[in-house]
């Protein structure tokens, strides 16, 4: 304990790089796996295969096979050789992420009846407006939940990134956990940290959840 | 069965033979410098209530080494001991209890569970380049040191880095939770953590880091695989001594660990020992280190 209290600055500047590397991968991810939801919803063939393809590549390939690609394979073919880890460290992340993120949000617009769609057509709302107004909003309400267990899963997965020169709070962890004798109160510490991180993704889905809850 | 087929299936057979043999041979040359004098009636020499009588009773002794530092403790995927000079150390010391080496149970640490290993007793002894710190031995037995080795820097050929002060702000990598890791980022340098030595290299040969950093044996053994890219620099800038730990509710062992190992030293056994193992890199062998006196039981 007095080793983490020493060395304060340390620890902080682990957490501030998960806080990155969360925060950054979460973004990418959303935006990307949006995107990639969008095609496979979407009425263009070619795109829907795509999509397809994506995800079912990426999502049945475990996290540390994409890190040892992005940080070892890559580089020895050249690639990425002079990217700054935290870039590489969020590319593995949202490549991965992002296959998560696009079937959470494809359930959530599967979810919207078609009805809704077709009522809204029928009154005479454009293609854009009938997303916007009525599918969307219904679907970003059914998606927060599974939503939130993806970014869960992403923040706790970042530890991944401690084996891959990038000293985050599990890195950080192993260098404390290296010479003191009392490791079971630093596991204690860190592990305080995720819940951390966890609990503020929790609270935010709650939040929207409550402001979007539909009035029955 | 035709004339021509039992000419070929004898040739098969032949093959087989000649390829099984060859397996074999290679097997013991993997295990040269391993022609430690098994004592006989060991048991007979130790106390009862010591561990070393247990081990000498049970007539097996399971051992704790790395599995991945070139030199020191190394296993291949396919080999079924691992060669190096810490397995060489835990062959003098099985001796001694008159085990034979193939007696041994080898079992791979990593640098994180060498301490939970010795507690729970699922390892009698960690010899795993485990250098001597007084945190470890607040928690586990060390004796020794038997090998005193220094933190260096392996880089590329072209690389302009060869003092220490040209560390600062440059990446370098090591194992994640190492102590060369901590020491390399006292001295200014941005820490590149991963899991093995091999990926290490890896990326100081790719160009993504500038450096790796552990103690200079480990390197002159990567230097001496790739001579035309990388090279070991820096005086060593760092005393890692390693020990051999034990559990720390069997103090006695410590007395038995450092007569055993002067005694190698001093019948050139530990010299022998050297010389088949890091010696391959072209380093002399150095002279053996002075014990370090047993804490009072």
Request: hydrophobic share 45%; glycine share 10%.
């Amino acid at each position: 304990m007095d080793d983490l209290l020493d060395q304060y600055d340390l620890v902080l500047q682990a957490f501030w790089l998960t806080i990155q590397l969360s925060v950054l991968s979460g973004l990418c991810s959303l935006v990307f796996g949006t995107l990639l939801a969008a095609l496979r919803v979407g009425p263009i063939s070619v795109l829907r295969a795509a999509g397809t393809t994506y995800v079912a590549l990426v999502r049945n390939t475990p996290l540390l096979l994409v890190f040892v690609f992005v940080f070892i394979a890559a580089p020895n073919l050249g690639w990425f050789v002079g990217t700054p880890f935290l870039v590489k460290g969020v590319i593995a992340m949202s490549v991965y992420t992002s296959a998560f993120v696009c079937e959470a949000v494809r359930s959530g617009v599967n979810a919207v009846s078609v009805g809704q769609a077709e009522a809204a057509r029928a009154i005479g709302l454009t293609f854009t407006q009938t997303m916007g107004s009525v599918v969307l909003p219904q679907a970003f309400r059914a998606v927060v939940p599974p939503l939130a267990s993806v970014l869960i899963a992403m923040t706790k997965n970042t530890s991944i990134a401690a084996v891959f020169g990038l000293m985050e709070l599990t890195g950080r962890m192993r260098y404390f956990t290296n010479n003191s004798a009392d490791d079971t109160v630093i596991f204690l510490v860190f592990a305080a940290f995720y819940i951390v991180l966890v609990e503020l993704i929790s609270a935010g889905a709650i939040g929207l959840e409550r402001r979007w809850r539909a009035a029955r | 069965m035709g004339h021509i087929q039992k000419v070929r299936a004898a040739a098969v057979a032949l093959a087989l033979a000649g390829a099984l043999a060859a397996c074999g041979d290679a097997g013991d040359d993997g295990d040269e410098g391993s022609d430690v004098e098994v004592q006989e009636n060991a048991a007979d020499e130790f106390d009862d209530g010591t561990r070393m009588k247990e081990l000498a009773d049970a007539g097996s002794v399971t051992i704790g080494v790395k599995f991945d530092q070139p030199g020191i403790g190394f296993k291949g995927a396919t080999d079924d001991a691992p060669v190096g000079f810490d397995p060489e150390i835990g062959k003098i010391l099985a001796a001694d209890l008159g085990i034979a080496p193939e007696d041994i149970t080898w079992k791979e640490t990593i640098s994180d569970n060498r301490e939970p290993f010795l507690q729970n007793g699922t390892v009698d002894l960690v010899i795993a380049s485990y250098s001597i710190t007084d945190e470890r031995r607040q928690v586990v037995g060390q004796a020794g040191p038997y090998y005193v080795t220094g933190q260096q820097l392996l880089v590329g050929t072209d690389s302009d880095i060869d003092s220490l002060d040209d560390v600062k702000g440059t990446e370098v990598c090591s194992v994640t939770g190492s102590t060369s890791l901590e020491n390399i980022e006292a001295e200014g340098a941005k820490p590149r953590g991963f899991d093995t030595y091999s990926e290490c290299v890896d990326q100081v040969l790719n160009g993504t880091v500038d450096a790796m950093t552990t103690d200079g044996a480990i390197l002159l053994g990567y230097a001496a695989e790739n001579p035309d890219q990388l090279k070991v620099v820096v005086e060593p800038f760092s005393e890692e001594r390693y020990g051999v730990g034990y559990s720390i509710d069997a103090p006695e062992m410590c007395e038995w660990i450092t007569e055993t190992i002067e005694d190698a030293q001093d019948d050139g056994a530990w010299a022998t020992a050297f010389e088949a193992t890091l010696g391959q890199s072209g380093v002399e062998t150095p002279d053996p280190p002075a014990m370090d006196e047993c804490p009072a039981a």
